[in-house]
Structure formats: C-alpha cells, structure tokens
C-alpha cells in the first residue's frame, strides 16, 4: 500500500497563530470499526483498536486567541444570530480541554473560542471528534507551538473524544488501543488519494441524540454481547485493513455493515439500554439493501446515532443521493467522501 507522505514531522494543517489567533477547520471520520467502550474513559483509552475514514466537506471551525491577561476562558458557538456564549456543559467540556492544553504547552492566561459546524452536531456525525480535533489543532496554532501529526493527535484524545485522535488525519486511520506507552496517538494506513470512496449520509434526525456517546462508552460492557463482539474484532480489523488496502468495496461493505450492527446491538442491550435507531434508520438500511439488490455497491454504516452514511464509490454515488432523497424519512442527504484532514480556516469567527 502507498505511505501518505507526512506522516511525522509538522503537519500541513497547523496554521502559524499570528497574533496569538488561529484557525482550523477539521472534518469528522466515520469509523468502519468502531471505538465503543474504554479501559479508562476519561483519558480515552479505548477497550479495543478502531479503523476510520476523515470525510472531506463535512468540517467543524475553531478559532481560539490566546490572551495572557485573560482570567477565565471565553466560549462561543455559533447560533441563530452567529457566535453567542456557548452552553454551560458544552463550555465546561471545552474549557477542560483548554486547560489541559494551557498545561502542556506551560503557558498562563486563557483562551478565547469560537466554534462553528456546517453539518448537524450531536447526531452521530461525530461533531466531538471534528470539534476536538480543531479545537486542539487551532490551540496549539494560537500559541505558536510546533508539534507532531503523534502529538496532535494524543492531545486529541485526550478531549475525552477519543474518535478526535483520528480526525487530525486525513484519509483512511487507524487508532490502535495503547497497551504499549507511546501507542496512543493514531496513524495513517493509507492517504485520501489511495481510494475515492464516497459517503452519502442520509440524515433522518438531525436535533442533538438523547444519549452522548461519552454515556455509551459507560454502559458498553454492561451487557450479554459486549464478550462476543469484542472476540470478532480482531478478524474484522484484519479484513478492514486489508480491503483498505485492495481497494475491495464488497468486502469492506459487509464487514462494515456487520460492526454497525454489532455495534448497535451492544448499546440496545446495555443495562440501560440505549436506542440510537430511529424509524427512518430502518428504511434507510432497506433502500441500501434494496440498492444492492440491483447491482449498485452501496453499504452502510451508523455511528452513536440514527443517521446512516452509505458508502459507495464514485460513479455510483448520483444514485445512491437520488434513491435516499426520495425517502420520507430523510430530511437531508449530505454528499461527503475521503479528505486529506485538517486545514488552517480561511476566516476567522471573531
Ligand atoms: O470519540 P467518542 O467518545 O465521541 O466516541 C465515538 C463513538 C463512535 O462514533 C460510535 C465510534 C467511533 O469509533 O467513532
């Protein structure tokens, strides 16, 4: 398999912080295995490895100042009217991060932020692995501070998204569990260039989802099929790599479709269970079938949500839109594919 170029050394995304202001603009992933439990869940150390695609359009912006005089950091999010203070729970989530950043770079003084998505957040489209990443990179850019693609991408997980870590790549990613010290970062398996996949997501729910994955995660071992879709894992990562690598849709669509389901069915019967699917969940997984039952290659896979992102190659990808939209249950169908990760922001938000 072609090495993506860059893999160590300063990454092409971390903009210069030119007075003490930068700005990233980071995609979310879609995992193909899934990160779904932790060993210790608020470093983000996760239970078992995971393999990801970054998308390409989809982006969360961070614009972060740093202010040495500043007591308390500021922020905001972008709402109806544009950037407005951000609410508390979200603001506290953010600012532990920044702290954590504050102390690794031995600075003092705060932050200033601004967030904005152009895709619906909290609904499983992996707005936390986007915003973290940017949040993190925009950071690190703000103070004038080199660092690796490895480096980045631990300090993104350690947000406590742990899928964060893989969204400072591009392409197609692997996030291995860190048994070993300095394993905790993820890696590049191959670049976007290496296959143009693409990523139709049908979104069927697009207000925030009732339980965040960070609950998810909590709850993942508490049920019957925790054991059983963990012994599947390694065979499943194995054949992942390996399509990856083949550039063979068929065989990673029914391994990727299988994990989701998996996945699923891990978190429905968690003490307490938790639902993500929704009624429109289900008819979109019956068009995709239904797809394939005519020839087309399309596959699906859902994060910790209702949405579904079919994944299907290029030529195929007009049909794939056209037969989602005309489902009742889709509200929006966003064209997305593989990216090359991160990128300086070409406008601030404040
Ligand atoms: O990184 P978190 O804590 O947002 O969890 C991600 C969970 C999934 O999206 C369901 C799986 C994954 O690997 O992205």
Redesign the pocket.
């Known amino acids: 398999m072609e090495q993506p170029a860059g893999g160590r050394g300063r990454p092409p995304c971390l903009p210069s912080g030119i007075g003490g202001k930068a700005t990233v603009d980071a995609p979310p992933?879609?995992?193909f295995?899934?990160?779904?439990g932790a060993r210790d869940l608020e470093r983000?150390i996760p239970a078992n490895r995971?393999i990801?695609m970054t998308l390409r359009r989809s982006f969360s912006r961070s614009t972060v100042e740093h202010d040495p005089a500043l007591e308390r950091h500021e922020v905001h999010w972008w709402g109806a009217e544009g950037l407005e203070p951000a609410p508390p729970s979200f603001g506290a989530r953010v600012a532990a991060h920044l702290d954590r950043l504050r102390a690794w770079a031995g600075v003092g003084g705060a932050f200033r932020v601004g967030t904005r998505n152009n895709f619906p957040a909290a609904a499983?489209l992996?707005s936390?692995?986007s915003g973290f990443a940017a949040l993190t990179l925009a950071t690190v850019a703000a103070l004038g501070r080199e660092a690796s693609v490895e480096e980045l991408s631990d300090l993104a997980r350690r947000s406590?998204?742990?899928?964060?870590s893989?969204s400072v790549l591009g392409g197609y990613v692997e996030?291995p569990r860190g048994w070993r010290r300095g394993e905790l970062h993820a890696f590049p398996l191959a670049p976007a260039g290496h296959w143009d996949l693409r990523d139709v997501i049908a979104v069927v729910e697009s207000g925030p989802k009732e339980t965040s994955?960070?609950d998810?995660?909590t709850r993942a071992r508490s049920g019957p099929y925790w054991r059983a879709r963990q012994r599947e894992l390694p065979a499943r990562l194995a054949a992942v790599r390996a399509a990856i690598a083949g550039r063979d849709l068929a065989a990673l669509g029914e391994v990727i479709e299988e994990e989701a389901i998996d996945?699923h069915a891990v978190a429905m019967t968690s003490r307490p269970p938790i639902f993500y699917w929704k009624p429109g969940t289900l008819a979109v997984l019956a068009a995709v079938r239904a797809l394939r039952g005519e020839g087309v290659g399309a596959w699906s896979t859902m994060?910790?949500g209702a949405n579904v992102h079919v994944l299907c190659e290029p030529t195929d990808e007009p049909v794939v839109a056209a037969r989602l939209e005309e489902l009742d249950a889709v509200h929006e169908v966003i064209r997305d594919g593989v990216g090359e990760g991160p990128r300086a922001g070409e406008v601030h938000l404040f």
């Open positions: 992933n879609i995992a295995v899934k990160y779904w983000a995971s990801s499983g992996a936390s692995a406590g998204s742990g899928s964060a893989r996030w994955s960070l998810g995660h996945l994060d910790a």
